[in-house]
């Protein structure tokens, strides 16, 4: 493991049965870095972190966290760890600063640095008033907050976050990337698995993951770059009656809804403008504007996926 790597991990599987969870995973994770897991559910992001936070043995493979042999020292590494899963693992019958006193004790904090560790959970949760309220008396975003400011009680030197966001409004999701923000440039190492494409763009590094595999891996604007075809939106009146007239034409490789605009993937931006206008108005749809633009991470990781899956069918066949 390099000195500058907080993980390192090479061929990692997970196999359940006849069923291949985690496929031959290969990565490195510097740090003091935010690194994203990016995948859709079930592609193999939560079993791929439970192998990292030694809550799960690999099948096969190899790797390192915070120094530590994933294999044989698991143990070592949840107490070099913080770990937040998707789902609420505080006490909703507990007051919140006694949700913080229990992760103290569970974490070993000294007990000469217990109050001031929770005096700051507190303040960075923005609970400091709210210290009496019932965990379970508490928003969503609130309880998300406090399970952050519990996983990190310790000063872990790695924290792992598996779908934190998952259910929780845009305000307070755009508010937690905030207090992750925070943490990094403290130097604390941040990996953190999602499936909400806009939080993508907050990470120093992206691993996309697909059906157990990692199809792609690099910084937002490198993975950007991966799209050898142009991007163009489309507002449009109906455009979900627009949408489905495009994909019946075969005039863009793909179409999706995007907001309230379409994204349509063409060859060449010049020539599919003229094309797309002329098609939509002689459909009868009023087009508001069609421009090319710098694809999304969304368009990305649609055009990596639908590649994967060709690759995949065309292997099935030979």
């Known amino acids: 493991m390099s000195a500058g790597s907080a993980v390192e991990v090479r061929d990692l599987t997970r196999?359940?049965?006849?069923?291949v969870a985690v496929d031959r995973i290969s990565l490195s994770v510097e740090k003091g870095q935010v690194f994203g897991f990016l995948g859709p559910n079930g592609a193999g992001k939560s079993t791929t972190i439970r192998m990292l936070c030694g809550l799960l043995l690999p099948s096969s493979g190899e790797g390192r966290v915070a120094g530590f042999d994933v294999m044989t020292e698991s143990e070592t590494?949840?107490?070099?760890?913080?770990?937040?899963?998707?789902?609420?693992?505080?006490?909703?019958?507990?007051?919140?600063?006694?949700n913080i006193d229990f992760y103290t004790g569970i974490y070993n904090v000294?007990?000469?640095?217990?109050?001031?560790?929770?005096?700051?959970?507190?303040?960075?949760?923005?609970?400091?008033d709210k210290r009496n309220n019932l965990?379970?008396?508490?928003?969503?975003?609130?309880?998300?907050?406090?399970?952050?400011?519990?996983a990190v009680l310790h000063e872990p030197q790695i924290l792992f976050l598996d779908e934190p966001t998952s259910g929780v409004d845009p305000l307070s999701r755009r508010q937690f990337w905030d207090l992750i923000a925070q943490m990094s440039h403290r130097g604390t190492t941040v990996f953190?698995?999602?499936h909400y494409m806009e939080e993508a763009e907050y990470c120093d590094e992206l691993a996309l993951i697909y059906h157990g595999k990692m199809i792609a891996k690099g910084k937002p604007a490198e993975l950007k770059t991966l799209i050898p075809e142009d991007i163009l939106e489309i507002h449009v009146e109906r455009s979900f009656e627009a949408l489905e007239q495009l994909e019946a034409?075969?005039?863009?490789?793909?179409?999706?809804?995007?907001?309230?605009?379409?994204?349509?993937v063409v060859s060449d931006a010049a020539t599919a403008t003229v094309a797309l206008n002329s098609f939509l108005a002689q459909q009868g749809f009023a087009?508001?504007?069609?421009?090319?633009?710098?694809?999304?991470?969304?368009?990305?990781?649609?055009?990596?996926?639908?590649?994967?899956?060709?690759?995949?069918?065309?292997?099935?066949?030979t």
Do not use: N
């Open 135 to 150: 965990t379970g008396s508490l928003a969503g975003g609130w309880k998300q907050r406090l399970a952050l400011g519990c």
């Open 15 to 19: 196999v359940f049965g006849d069923f």
């Open 110 to 128: 000294p007990k000469a640095k217990r109050q001031a560790r929770k005096d700051w959970v507190l303040e960075m949760a923005g609970l400091t």
């Open 287 to 317: 087009v508001q504007s069609i421009k090319q633009v710098t694809p999304s991470m969304e368009d990305v990781f649609v055009s990596l996926i639908e590649l994967e899956d060709r690759r995949s069918s065309e292997g099935a066949q």
């Open 77 to 98: 590494i949840k107490r070099h760890i913080g770990y937040m899963s998707q789902k609420f693992s505080l006490y909703d019958d507990l007051k919140v600063e006694e």
């Open 192 to 194: 953190v698995t999602t």
């Open 249 to 264: 034409s075969k005039l863009a490789q793909e179409v999706a809804l995007f907001g309230d605009a379409l994204h349509a």
